[in-house]
């Protein structure tokens, strides 16, 4: 695994910005998407944190699959897992990146040009208020946990989020993940329970929320 990201991250000067495309939604907020900046890790590698582009795509799709075979393995059916395509994911997340008031992260380690996680986020789809904002998706590959990666997604989230007006954020989690542990040390608290439906199987899972976006865009580092 590499080495904790140090405890600084900068924004990248050097870095081509992406336009300032303003995306206006059904809720009649506005904002800017997120700026790329870059993750200096003590091991010398850069991993840039960047809202995602359509070539994007592929790798994105990869990691979701690589990670679900890795993180679920005995929580979700063999079979269902063994049969995940990454050509159908990658038609699912394009087709995500053109939703009105949904947004895409990557993190990528570009030392080999590589997407390694992601983080894919909007307007809440089952949880008021109507400004809140939903966290529908984190994903790191296994070998770039306690990097602190993970951490700076949602950071960068949260402060997207802020500048949305939003006032919070939540997460649903699969109550058998065994990193659920990472948003509760990132300090989201459980709100609520439901299920959710795998393939042939319910599912429980776990409502996780941050009521301090201000404090969660800023907060130190936690391993993941």
């Known amino acids: ?50 809202p995602a582009v359509p070539d994007d795509v592929m790798m994105i799709a990869s990691v979701l699959v690589s990670t679900w075979r890795a993180t679920f393995r005995g929580i979700i059916s063999d079979a ?52 809140d904002r939903e966290l529908y998706e984190l994903y790191l590959l296994p070998e770039f946990h306690g990097a602190g990666i993970g951490a700076a997604l949602v950071r960068t989230v949260a402060a997207h989020c802020r500048e949305l007006q939003a006032s919070s954020l939540f997460a649903w989690v699969l109550k058998g993940n065994p990193n659920r542990a990472f ?19 319910s599912l429980e899972q776990i409502a996780y929320r941050w009521d301090d976006l201000v404090k969660l865009s800023g907060a130190g580092n936690v391993a993941t």
């Open 1 to 50: 695994m590499p080495d904790r990201a140090d405890s600084c991250m900068r924004r990248d000067r050097g870095q081509a910005q992406s336009s300032a495309r303003r995306e206006r939604g059904a809720d009649g907020l506005s904002g800017r998407r997120p700026h790329p900046y870059i993750i200096l890790m003590r091991n010398f590698r850069r991993i840039e944190i960047r």
């Open 80 to 131: 269902y897992l063994d049969a995940m395509k990454v050509e159908d994911q990658a038609i699912g997340h394009a087709r995500r990146m053109r939703i009105p008031g949904a947004f895409l992260l990557v993190a990528v380690d570009l030392s080999e040009d590589r997407v390694v996680g992601f983080a894919n986020y909007g307007r809440a789809r089952s949880m008021p208020p109507a400004f």
């Open 183 to 201: 948003y509760e040390r990132l300090g989201a608290r459980a709100v609520g329970e439901g299920r959710v439906s795998v393939g042939r199987e």
